[in-house]
C-alpha cells in the first residue's frame, strides 16, 4: 500500500460499495484491489455471470464477512432497488457490460440492452435511493467507460482529452457513448454524483481469452495461429490493469462528481509490434511450446469491419487533478502477465469450452489468411 493509500485508509468513513460486473477480468481486479486496501468496507458483486463472467476469479474472497456476491442482472430494477437499500450502498462502481467489439458486430442486441438500458436501470433505481436517503453529499457512481467512444485518431492528431467529441464507430462503442452520456445527463438534471472516467485498453490476469493479448498468449501455448486482423498497424493504447484499479480508486476517493477523466499508459503500440512483443517473451517465459520461434505462427487475416486505426489517451487531468500515474511499464506489465498466464492453465483452460469454439469458428472460421 503506498503512503497516500495508508493515509486514505485511516481518515475515511467505511463504505458500503456495489460493484457491477465484478465477476470479468476488469471488475475482478477491482474486487481484489478493494477488498485489500479498504478491509473495513462492505463489499457487494452484481454480476450476470454471463460468458465473459467467472466465479471463480473471486474465489478466494467467497465466505468473508464484508463481502457478498449476487448473480443477477443490471436491467432487473426490482433486485437492484432492493439491494441498495437492503445493504445501504453508498457507492456503485459500475463496470458491467458487454464489452467485446467484436461480438457487438455480430450480435449488437445484447450490447444495447446491458450498456445501454443497465445502466439506465442502475442509474434511476441508485436516484431514487440516493433521495431516500436525503442526497447524501458523500454518495458516488462510478461510470466506467471507454476510449472508443472518441472514436478513431489519424496518425498526428493529439490523444483524445476529456473534451473530445464522441464518434463512436462500433455498436459497443456507440452503445457505451449512450450509456456516458446517460450518466452525465443524471448529475446535470438531478444532480447525482456521478463521474466517468473513459480507459484506454487494460491488459493483466483474468483477460478473458477472446481479447488480443491473452487471445496470442493462449494460441502460442496450443501452436494455433496468430490472427492478426488486416495490416497489424491499428494501434492501441495499453494500460495494466492494476494501474486501472488504482486510477478507479483515485477518482472513488478524490474525483469531482460531474467530471470525466481519462485514463491511459501513454503505451501507443501498433498490433502487430505488440504480437511481436508477446513472441519473444512467450519464447523467452513458455518452458515447451509447439512452435519456436513462435513469431512463425503470426496470420494476417481479413480486417474487422469498421475498425479503428488508432487510440491513444492524454491522461493529464488524472495526473494534475488527483496525483494518478500508471506503475507498470508495457515490459514490466506484460511479462507479468504472461507469466499469470502460464501460472494459470487451470484458469483458462476450462474457458476454450464449445460456446468460446463456435464464437472462435464464427469470427475466424470463414476467414482466408491473407500472407
Ligand atoms: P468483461 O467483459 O471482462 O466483464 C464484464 C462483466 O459484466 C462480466 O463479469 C459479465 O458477466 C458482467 N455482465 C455482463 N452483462 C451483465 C448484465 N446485464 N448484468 C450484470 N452483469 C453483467 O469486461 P471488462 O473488460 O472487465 O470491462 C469492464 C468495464 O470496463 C466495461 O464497462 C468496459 O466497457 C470498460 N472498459 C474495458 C476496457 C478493456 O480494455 N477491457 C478498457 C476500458 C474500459
Ligand atoms: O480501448 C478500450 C477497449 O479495448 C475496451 O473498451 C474494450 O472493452 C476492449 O475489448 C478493448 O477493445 P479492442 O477492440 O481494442 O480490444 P481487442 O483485444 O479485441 O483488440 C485489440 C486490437 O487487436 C484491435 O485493434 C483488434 C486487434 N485484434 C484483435 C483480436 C481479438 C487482432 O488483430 N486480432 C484478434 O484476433
Redesign the pocket.
Known amino acids: 500500500m503506498t503512503d497516500s493509500q495508508q493515509e486514505r485508509t485511516q481518515s475515511r468513513k467505511p463504505r458500503r460499495i456495489l460493484i457491477t460486473g465484478g465477476a470479468g477480468f476488469i471488475g475482478s481486479n477491482f474486487v481484489h484491489h478493494w477488498c485489500t486496501n479498504y478491509e473495513g468496507d462492505r463489499v457487494v458483486v452484481l454480476d450476470a455471470l454471463t460468458y465473459a463472467g467467472n466465479r471463480q476469479n473471486l474465489a478466494s474472497l467467497e465466505g468473508k464477512a464484508n463481502f457478498r456476491f449476487v448473480r443477477g442482472n443490471i436491467c432487473d430494477r426490482a433486485l437492484i432497488d432492493s439491494l441498495l437499500r437492503e445493504e445501504k450502498i453508498d457507492t456503485v462502481a459500475h463496470l458491467a ?1 458487454e ?4 461480438r457487438s458486430i455480430l450480435g449488437p442486441d445484447a450490447f444495447i440492452q446491458t450498456n445501454v438500458v443497465g445502466t439506465f436501470t442502475l442509474l434511476e433505481s441508485f436516484r431514487h435511493h440516493w433521495i431516500e436517503e436525503k442526497q447524501p453529499a458523500t454518495y458516488r457512481f462510478l461510470h466506467v ?4 467512444v472518441y472514436g478513431s485518431l489519424e496518425p498526428d492528431d493529439p490523444p483524445f482529452r476529456e473534451t473530445t467529441p464522441y464518434a463512436p464507430n ?1 455498436p ?2 456507440a452503445s ?1 457513448a449512450g450509456s456516458d452520456h446517460l450518466a452525465r445527463a443524471y448529475y446535470h438534471t438531478y444532480g447525482l454524483p456521478t463521474i466517468i472516467t473513459n ?4 491488459y493483466g490476469p483474468y483477460h478473458f481469452p ?4 491473452p ?2 498468449c493462449i494460441n502460442i501455448l496450443l501452436g494455433k495461429p ?5 495490416d ?1 498497424q ?4 495499453w494500460l495494466y490493469v492494476g494501474d486501472h484499479c488504482r486510477a478507479l480508486d483515485t477518482v472513488l476517493h478524490r474525483g469531482r462528481p460531474g467530471e470525466t477523466y481519462n485514463i491511459g499508459g501513454n503505451n501507443e503500440v501498433k ?1 502487430i509490434d ?2 511481436y512483443r508477446l513472441c519473444e517473451l512467450m519464447d523467452e517465459l513458455a518452458p515447451e511450446l509447439p512452435m519456436r520461434p513462435s513469431r512463425q505462427l503470426i496470420t494476417f ?1 481479413k480486417d ?1 469491419p469498421g ?2 486505426r488508432r ?1 491513444a489517451i492524454d491522461a493529464t487531468k488524472m495526473r494534475q487533478e488527483l496525483g494518478w500515474t500508471p506503475q507498470e511499464t508495457l515490459s514490466s506489465g506484460l511479462r507479468k502477465t504472461i507469466e499469470w498466464y502460464l501460472n494459470n492453465r487451470n484458469w483458462w483452460q476450462p474457458l476454450l469450452s464449445q460456446e468460446y469454439q463456435t464464437y472462435y469458428q464464427k ?2 472460421g470463414q476467414v482466408e489468411p491473407v500472407n
Open positions: 457490460a464489452s467485446h467489439v467484436d467507460s471507454t476510449d472508443e462500433s459497443y462503442s457505451k480507459c484506454s485498453n487494460n477472446e481479447k488480443l493479448i487471445l496470442m496468430l490472427p492478426v486482423y488486416g497489424g491499428n494501434i492501441r493504447d498490433n505488440l504480437v487475416v474487422r475498425h479503428d487510440y469470427v475466424y
